[in-house]
């Protein structure tokens, strides 16, 4: 007859505990390997090619004038984004689109890009920007916290020469990618407006794109 020899009670207690700890440190593991963006999650994993804007936006481009010492705010480059409720401060870069007429990315998770065919803020009319949402071996980028955003709350827009100009978030909207009203996201407006667009919904890990944008615009206060 087989006999079944039982662990001491200490020795159990011991499996179980060391058992307990190497789950525990697996787990954390796998979690950090997703903040990094290492391993797939519901955030994805944005890179180089990740559309953070629209393609095809020909039809909605207007070149922005260059600003004059007789017609704008300050004719000094852009620097920086604040917006407070996103834990948003971050170095605008300048950008255009492509051959193909889609948006150009930002080149990392930090910068904020903006668009060169929008107005300048303070301009009189729409100034678009775009930046990440994650990014791959970085996680959260950017405008990770923009879908928080409220109407009311604050974003400020800062020249190289320590100009300042005030907005305020008027609407914050999902859109899909691939149906979204662009002349209207991105097209001129009659009042100084900015607009902000940045990816939301599913990550395709082939594509390495978003099928939805966040798309906040504020208006100047």
């Not at 954390?28 to 990094?36: C, D, K």
């Not at 180089?48 to 300050?74: C, I, K, N, Q």
């Not at 990315?105 to 107005?119: E, G, H, I, K, L």
């Not at 923009?146 to 827009?157: F, K, T, W, Y």
Request: hydrophobic content about 45%; aromatic content about 8%.
């Amino acid at each position: 007859m087989l006999r079944v020899r039982r662990l001491p009670k200490r020795s159990l207690s011991w499996l179980l505990l060391t058992a307990g700890t190497l789950f525990l440190l697996a787990a954390l593991s796998l979690f950090s390997l997703v903040a990094a963006g290492l391993v797939g999650s519901s955030a994805g994993s944005s890179g180089p090619e990740t559309v953070t804007g629209f393609g095809s936006v020909l039809s909605a481009r207007t070149p922005a004038t260059p600003p004059t010492s007789a017609t704008a705010l300050t004719t000094a480059p852009l620097a920086r984004v604040v917006i407070p409720a996103a834990k948003v401060d971050a170095p605008i870069v300048t950008k255009g689109v492509d051959s193909q007429s889609v948006m150009q990315a930002p080149d990392n998770a930090t910068d904020v890009v903006w668009y060169d065919f929008s107005s300048r803020p303070g301009g009189g009319s729409n100034a678009v920007f775009s930046g990440h949402v994650d990014y791959v071996k970085v996680g959260p980028a950017v405008f990770w916290n923009m879908r928080d955003l409220q109407p009311g709350d604050n974003v400020e827009i800062r020249y190289a020469d320590g100009t300042s100009i005030a907005y305020a978030v008027s609407a914050v909207n999902t859109f899909d990618a691939a149906t979204a009203p662009i002349d209207q996201i991105v097209g001129s407006t009659p009042n100084d407006v900015l607009t902000f667009i940045t990816c939301a919904g599913t990550f395709n890990p082939v594509t390495h794109q978003y099928d939805k944008r966040l798309v906040v615009r504020a208006r100047k206060v």
